[in-house]
C-alpha cells in the first residue's frame, strides 16, 4: 500500500471550511480514553458501512445519523462512497451531513480505528492511500479477520462494474439526472408534508426500478465472489451495487453493506464473529414521519400567528 504525507490536507479542498476544519483539530486533540456504550447503544466489534453519500440529495442522514449514534465498535470501515463528489457537495451540504463527519471524528479521538477504501464516487480520496492521525487508514482494499478465523476482503466494488467501466460518462450522466429527480421530489414533498400529506416516492421507485433494469443481466456477485478468492479470502464485504446480500451462494461469504440512499443498512461483526445485516430502515421511515410531523407543526403556528 502506497503511503502519502499526512501533510497532504488539500485533499479537502472544496469541502465546507467548517467540516476541514474540524479535520485538522482532530489532530491536536486526539486521544485514547476508553469507549463507553451509552445506555441504548449497542457494541461490535466492527462496523461495515458504504454508500452514505455524503453531500447528495439522496443522502439519508437522519437515518444515518441516529444508526452512528446507537451502534458503537471498535473498528469502523467505511466501504466506500462515503462522500459523493461527481456534484457540487457544498450545494447539497447539511447541518447533519456535518453532525455525521463530527461524529465520526469523535469516535476517532475516543480511539475507534477508522478503515476508508474509497469508491468511485469519492475517488479523489484514492490519492491519499497511507495511515493518518493514528488511528485513519486509507486505503484500496484491506482483509479483515474475524474473531472466528474467517479472512475477508474489503472493498468498495465498482472494480467489477461493467457498466461502470464500459460507460462511465454514461454512469456519470445518470447520476447527475438522478440527484435532479431527487431534488424536484424534495421540494414536492416538502409542499405535501405542509398539507400533512405523505411523502411521494415516485423518484424512489424510478431510480429503484433503473437500477434493476441495468443490473438484471449483470452477475457482479459471481465477479466479487471471484476476486475474493483471487485474494484468498474467505468472502468479501463491498457495498457499490446498492443491493445489501448476505449469503455464500457462490462458494463465498458474500456481504453487501447496501446504502444510505435507499436501503438503511449496513454490515456488523459479531463478539462470535459472524456477520449480520443491520436494517435502519424502519427508523428512516419514522425519521420521515417525524418530520412530517415538525412541519405541520411549524405550519399550525406559522397560521396562527
Not at 463507553?36 to 439519508?60: E, K, T, V
Not at 461524529?103 to 493518518?132: A, K, Q
Not at 447520476?175 to 414536492?188: D, K, S, T, Y
Amino acid at each position: 500500500m502506497t503511503k502519502h504525507s499526512t501533510n497532504g490536507f488539500d485533499a479537502f479542498a472544496g469541502f465546507p471550511a467548517d467540516l476541514v476544519k474540524e479535520v485538522l483539530g482532530t489532530i491536536a486533540t486526539k486521544d485514547q480514553t476508553p469507549k463507553r456504550i451509552q445506555p441504548g447503544q449497542r457494541y461490535f466489534p466492527s462496523l461495515f458501512i458504504s454508500d452514505m453519500h455524503l453531500g447528495a440529495h439522496s443522502c439519508q442522514a437522519d437515518a444515518l445519523l441516529s444508526f452512528l449514534e446507537c451502534h458503537v465498535a471498535d473498528t469502523i470501515y467505511l466501504v466506500g462512497d462515503i462522500f459523493d463528489i461527481w456534484r457540487p457537495i457544498g450545494s447539497n451540504w447539511k447541518p447533519v451531513h456535518h453532525k455525521i463527519v463530527n461524529l465520526l471524528l469523535d469516535r476517532m479521538r475516543s480511539g475507534v480505528r477508522i478503515v476508508y477504501t474509497p469508491g468511485n464516487h469519492d475517488e479523489f480520496f484514492r490519492h491519499y492511500f497511507g495511515e493518518y492521525f493514528g488511528n485513519l487508514t486509507v486505503a484500496d482494499y484491506v482483509y479483515h479477520t474475524t474473531s472466528n478465523g474467517t479472512k475477508f476482503l474489503v472493498i468498495h466494488g465498482d472494480c467489477v462494474d461493467l457498466f461502470e467501466r464500459k460507460a462511465p460518462v454514461l454512469s456519470k450522466l445518470g447520476a447527475h439526472a438522478e440527484n435532479l429527480l431527487r431534488g424536484v421530489q424534495l421540494l414536492v414533498n416538502r409542499g405535501l408534508n405542509v398539507f400533512g400529506r405523505e411523502d411521494w416516492c415516485g423518484v424512489d421507485r424510478l431510480v429503484a426500478f433503473g437500477n434493476r433494469m441495468v443490473r438484471a443481466n449483470e452477475s457482479f456477485q459471481i465477479r466479487l465472489a471471484d476476486l475474493a478468492r483471487t485474494h484468498e479470502a474467505d468472502g468479501i464485504v463491498c457495498g457499490h451495487f446498492h443491493q445489501s446480500a448476505l449469503h455464500d451462494d457462490h462458494g463465498i461469504i458474500y456481504a453487501n453493506c447496501g446504502d444510505w440512499t435507499e436501503n438503511c443498512t449496513a454490515l456488523a461483526e459479531t463478539t462470535s464473529g459472524q456477520l449480520m445485516m443491520l436494517d435502519w430502515s424502519a427508523h428512516s421511515a419514522l425519521a420521515r414521519k417525524e418530520a412530517r410531523a415538525a412541519t405541520r407543526s411549524d405550519a399550525s403556528v406559522t397560521a396562527r400567528a
